[in-house]
């Protein structure tokens, strides 16, 4: 049975290496001809290249579970043309045999999804944010045109804004603005540093000017008289510690989307918005994608496995072969429906993100043994209906 699981995987994984090789030069292809207007200036086209080979770990992490798919069900169509799996079966594999060898073929690949989740493509995606904002100027992630904002509460009652507009390559943060505010969200000081930079959980800023708002200036602009008294007191300071929860791992945190954060990064973010009281919605749904996605591709590996069972020679290899890959196609692209219909509609995220890849394994799973008990079935539908015709 080894030497069978090995010639299964071998021919398994050549399969899905061509079928993704393909599947990344039609995507890159397309994403390169759609960026062509964008050259000039300093965005040439080895600078389009350059943005490109930096998508390919993130392309590659989301077309993995179709590239699975298709190249299982061409190869299992391919040993089945060839009675190969006939051989196993007439040797004693059964079905659920083969569907485990299957499984266990599966987790190398969801050892590469992995790879790609927690290492490749959030090291791609920081590259190509930073390289984005370098070459072409245009704000990327979960960046805005304004910069990153970051709310937290401070001693005392009040909260703070921080507006920062660059992330430098130190981990330090440079153009930072700072807004401060009383318990009724009454703005009383804001200030602008040039740089600033992470200390043992503090933020030290640097070439700070500092303005604070007279604590009466509410009840002032009441009177129609001019103010007796200056309304703002500016200052210059050349440093200022400020107790902070953000760190430099944070602030990458907001630079990424949610789902090409790593899981560590992801939690650890979730809990500083939860401690600022901010939504978390996204990110919840993105720490479940990524709890479900090697799941999903045992799914895919499910999906493929009932055409070994096909009877090829009935004719119509083809269609069958099309009907899975339709299928395959359709059950993850609504997977990926039902998690963003889910956070919309406030569905638990655990419910949009199971249930789906549930329904998809057990329709599988029972398509296969139908397949595999045909026989059995067809003579108890005999023996209870003798006037009908077996279809065997």
């Known amino acids: 049975m080894r030497t069978a699981r090995r010639y299964l995987a071998r021919e398994i994984y050549r399969s899905c290496t061509v079928v993704l090789l393909a599947l990344l030069g039609l995507f890159t292809f397309f994403a390169l001809v759609d960026e062509l207007d964008g050259l000039g200036g300093n965005f040439t086209l080895l600078s389009l290249l350059y943005l490109q080979a930096l998508a390919l770990p993130t392309r590659l992490y989301d077309l993995l579970p179709i590239g699975l798919l298709i190249g299982a069900i061409l190869a299992l169509a391919g040993l089945a043309q060839r009675n190969e799996l006939v051989i196993l079966r007439v040797s004693g594999v059964s079905g659920l045999r083969l569907m485990g060898m299957l499984w266990l073929v599966t987790l190398p690949v969801m050892v590469l999804a992995l790879l790609l989740s927690e290492v490749a493509t959030p090291a791609a995606e920081l590259r190509s944010g930073e390289a984005n904002l370098l070459l072409r100027g245009k704000a990327g992630g979960g960046r805005m045109a304004s910069g990153y904002w970051f709310k937290e509460p401070v001693a005392g009652g009040g909260s703070r804004i921080l507006n920062v507009k660059n992330l430098l390559a130190n981990g330090g943060v440079g153009d930072v603005t700072l807004y401060e505010f009383e318990n009724a969200q009454t703005l009383r000081a804001f200030s602008t540093a040039k740089t600033g930079r992470f200390e043992d959980g503090k933020l030290i800023l640097e070439d700070i000017g500092e303005n604070t708002i007279a604590s009466d200036a509410t009840d002032r602009f009441k009177d129609a008289a001019a103010p007796q008294k200056p309304l703002l007191a500016s200052r210059r300071l050349e440093s200022r510690t400020l107790d902070t929860t953000l760190t430099p791992e944070r602030l ?141």
């Open 252 to 392: 990458l945190a907001r630079v990424l989307t949610p789902e090409r954060m790593s899981l560590f990064s992801l939690w650890d973010y979730i809990d500083y918005l939860h401690g600022n009281n901010l939504q978390t919605d996204r990110q919840v749904v993105a720490v479940w994608r990524k709890l479900v996605y090697p799941f999903t591709l045992l799914v895919m590996m499910t999906i493929a496995a009932p055409i070994s069972f096909m009877q090829t020679r009935r004719g119509g290899v083809g269609a069958k072969v099309f009907i899975g890959i339709l299928l395959g196609v359709g059950f993850f692209m609504l997977n990926q429906l039902a998690l963003n219909v889910g956070m919309l509609g406030r569905w638990p995220p655990w419910v949009t993100a199971l249930v789906p890849n549930a329904a998809a394994l057990t329709l599988a799973l029972g398509s296969l043994w139908v397949m595999e008990s045909r026989h059995t079935l067809a003579n108890l539908s005999q023996h209870r209906w003798p006037w009908r015709k077996s279809s065997v």
